[in-house]
């Protein structure tokens, strides 16, 4: 069965450093998106992808994050100088159409430790 | 804004017996609902998903849940919990008003009693 997959599956990375967080979505999906996890708290919307641009964000998807779809079968999200409070579960996750009209396929999560 | 609440943050039910999960929203217009599980280390798996029509929807690994508008709800249940049950459960709510993205509950954990 297809799945998305998310690399690595624990990153711990010291405080104002660049992290990068990898996902390979479902290969005939056309629609990506990140959500995260603050320990404790709600899952919540990061960005959408679609057609090699961002679609939506949030008001957390700040000028420190930014989103790639490289070479076709990655999707990356990059933070460029994490912050203690970028600790959380994210989220990778894939559609082959709109997410409302389809089901969206999410990967394990990679979680972020920030020290 | 949409939301979704998820009242129970904990739940223990002991194998056989039904399980209810409950969860509320708030939106002006029709949504669509879904219903999510994650299992330890793993993903979120769509369960069910209600738009239109029958109120009633059926779902994978038996799960099934009803949608009421008059009571702003979308309960989650199942007749008999097996042991592989036990995970957390997130319910969530989209609309096209609201762009792409879903609006997740802040999940219940389900734990099963052999």
């Known amino acids: 069965e297809p799945e998305v997959t998310q690399t690595p599956s624990h990153q711990v990375t010291q405080m104002g450093q660049e992290v990068i967080l990898r996902c390979v979505p479902i290969s005939n999906h056309l629609y990506f998106y990140w959500y995260r996890q603050i320990l404790g708290q709600k899952v919540e919307f990061l960005v959408s992808?679609?057609?090699?641009?961002?679609?939506?964000k949030s008001e957390i998807f700040d000028d420190q994050f930014s989103v790639e779809r490289p070479d076709g079968s990655n999707f990356t999200l990059k933070i460029r100088s994490t912050k203690l409070e970028d600790s959380a579960m994210y989220f990778c996750?894939?559609?082959?159409?709109?997410?409302?009209?389809?089901?969206?396929?999410f990967g394990q999560g990679t979680r972020l430790t920030v020290v | 804004a949409q939301s979704v609440t998820q009242p129970d943050i904990h739940i223990t039910v002991s194998e056989g017996a039904s399980l209810e999960l409950r969860c509320n929203y708030s939106y002006g217009a029709t949504p669509y609902l879904f219903w999510y599980v994650q299992s330890p280390g793993q993903g979120l798996q769509l369960l069910l998903k209600y738009f239109s029509g029958d109120t009633l929807v059926q779902g994978i690994k038996g799960f099934e849940a009803e949608f009421k508008r008059s009571q702003s709800s979308f309960n989650l249940r199942k007749p008999s919990v097996h042991w592989s049950d036990a995970a957390e459960y997130f319910c969530a709510v989209g609309a096209q008003a609201a762009g792409n993205k879903l609006t997740f509950g802040g999940g219940t954990r389900v734990l099963v009693k052999p």
């Open positions: 992808f679609y057609n090699n641009e961002i679609s939506e």
């Open positions: 996750a894939s559609s082959v159409g709109q997410p409302l009209n389809t089901e969206a396929f």
